[in-house]
């Protein structure tokens, strides 16, 4: 199916176990976004990838890894899972290119992870 | 980061328009507007995108005067589905200088 898919969409772990989340688009899109959405309030970007082998940082980074050596995925990894990561998780992809004002974000569906 | 202020919740009725601003004081040239739509439990979805005057779609209409410091959403005859967290986002998505405010909660009543 073509789209955006995030995997699993739940998740329950421990205080300190690694967690990967995954995130799988089949538009060939440049763009992937990592964003986290705690209760009750908007979303903060993590990481960002404008192509494969290429991240960023965004606004809340600390405690998270990405990867993406193909264009298709972008995994997001907590290598040393803490309480306060506890959130939704979202992956998100555009198709434009930088320094265009007018790109629009297709989000997934989201991944709810509880650290316990 | 480009930064938007928006009333943190609305209530309105159905059958009634409803019209959500947004400020963007520091929005920059080449800067679009983009509104988002969420649902519990579901991620963010596009409603409308401008850069100056006024557009619409099927869904809504967004007026942007001329300064840009600001935008409106309009909700035309809003019905209980449209009870959701609208977003404003102004900045180049792809250049990481655009960030989501904690946005409007509507509440639409019967």
């Known amino acids: 199916d073509a789209g955006i898919t995030q995997s699993p969409r739940y998740k329950i772990t421990e205080t300190g176990r690694q967690v990967t989340l995954m995130c799988h688009q089949t538009?060939?899109?440049?763009?992937m976004f990592w964003y986290r959405q705690d209760l009750g309030h908007g979303l903060r970007l993590i990481y960002y990838s404008a192509a494969a082998d290429i991240t960023d940082k965004g606004e809340v980074p600390d405690g998270y890894v990405v990867s993406r050596s193909k264009t298709e995925n972008f995994p997001l990894t907590l290598e040393s899972a803490t309480r306060s990561q506890t959130s939704v998780y979202f992956c998100?992809?555009?198709?434009?290119?930088?320094?265009?004002?007018?790109?629009?974000?297709?989000f997934g569906a989201g991944s709810r992870l509880t650290v316990l | 980061l480009a930064k938007t202020t928006q009333p943190i919740s609305m209530d309105s009725y159905e059958g009634q328009e409803v019209n959500i601003t947004c400020s963007h004081n520091n929005i920059a040239t080449n800067d679009y507007i983009t509104w988002y739509q969420q649902f519990p439990s579901q991620g963010p979805r596009f409603i409308i995108q401008g850069y100056k005057t006024k557009v619409t779609n099927e869904v809504a209409s967004l007026f942007i005067p001329a300064d840009r410091k600001s935008s409106t959403l309009s909700l035309p005859r809003v019905s209980l589905s449209d009870t959701a967290v609208y977003y404003c986002l102004v900045g180049d998505i792809n250049a990481g200088k655009s960030t989501f405010g904690d946005g409007t909660t509507l509440t639409v009543k019967p």
């Open positions: 998100a992809t555009t198709p434009g290119q930088r320094f265009s004002g007018a790109n629009v974000l297709t």
């Open positions: 538009w060939s899109h440049s763009y």
